[in-house]
T-cell receptor, first 112, second 109 residues
Framework: EAQVTQNPRYLITVTGKKLTVTCSQNMNHEYMSWYRQDPGLGLRQIYYSMNVEVTDKGDVPEGYKVSRKEKRNFPLILESPSPNQTSLYFC???????????FGQGTRLTVV | GEDVEQSLFLSVREGDSSVINCTYTDSSSTYLYWYKQEPGAGLQLLTYIFSNMDMKQDQRLTVLLNKKDKHLSLRIADTQTGDSAIYFCAERVPDKLIFGTGTRLQVFP
């Protein structure tokens, strides 16, 4: 089954404790991206990757890192999480950057 | 600049039609999409329209595009309680999709 898998689904952590949210897709898509969803703000793109070893900042990259060592995986790293990073995070993949996007189930992160 | 706007809430009675509106600013958009997000889930593509079309119908869904006014709408006929969700429009520009803020549709009996 074609899918985008994120882990974990829910995470509560403390300020400053490094964390990684994993994302994997099995559709051989070139393009992957991370979004955060906040009430009234819709989806805002954090980082994206057009292919292996090619990543770039989205609209709200501050406080986040990503890597794309393999085509299928695109982890999101928070080196020193802060409470303003409490949000619902989505990973998405698509054949290209502007074609239909397939979304993961989301990761609800709470930073206390 | 790039911006996609939607109203935040819509409430309709079961069986009525729902119309969700969206405005966008980038005239280079080639496709426009509607996504549905059910509680606790990710976004799923509902339908899309190519920018040289002005209407597309898919069962209970009708998408209308006014390219001159950069206005997109999604009409859901015979709205059911299972249609309660957040609906996002998105425009396709050269490198990415730009999403609107989402409209929360609430269907009451």
């Amino acid at each position: 089954e074609a899918q985008v898998t994120q882990n974990p689904r829910y995470l509560i952590t403390v300020t400053g404790k490094k964390l990684t949210v994993t994302c994997s897709q099995n559709m051989n898509h070139e393009y992957m991206s991370w979004y955060r969803q906040d009430p009234g703000l819709g989806l805002r793109q954090i980082y994206y990757s057009m292919n292996v070893e090619v990543t770039d900042k989205g609209d709200v990259p501050e406080g986040y890192k990503v890597s794309r060592k393999e085509k299928r995986n695109f982890p999101l790293i928070l080196e020193s999480p802060s409470p303003n990073q409490t949000s619902l995070y989505f990973c998405a993949s698509s054949f290209r950057g502007n074609t239909e996007a397939f979304f993961g189930q989301g990761t609800r992160l709470t930073v206390v | 600049g790039e911006d996609v706007e939607q109203s935040l809430f819509l409430s309709v009675r079961e069986g009525d039609s729902s119309v969700i509106n969206c405005t966008y600013t980038d005239s280079s958009s080639t496709y426009l999409y509607w996504y549905k997000q059910e509680p606790g889930a990710g976004l799923q593509l509902l339908t899309y329209i190519f920018s040289n079309m002005d209407m597309k119908q898919d069962q209970r869904l009708t998408v209308l595009l006014n390219k001159k006014d950069k206005h997109l709408s999604l009409r859901i006929a015979d709205t059911q309680t299972g249609d309660s969700a957040i609906y996002f429009c998105a425009e396709r520009v050269p490198d990415k999709l730009i999403f609107g803020t989402g409209t929360r549709l609430q269907v009451f009996p």
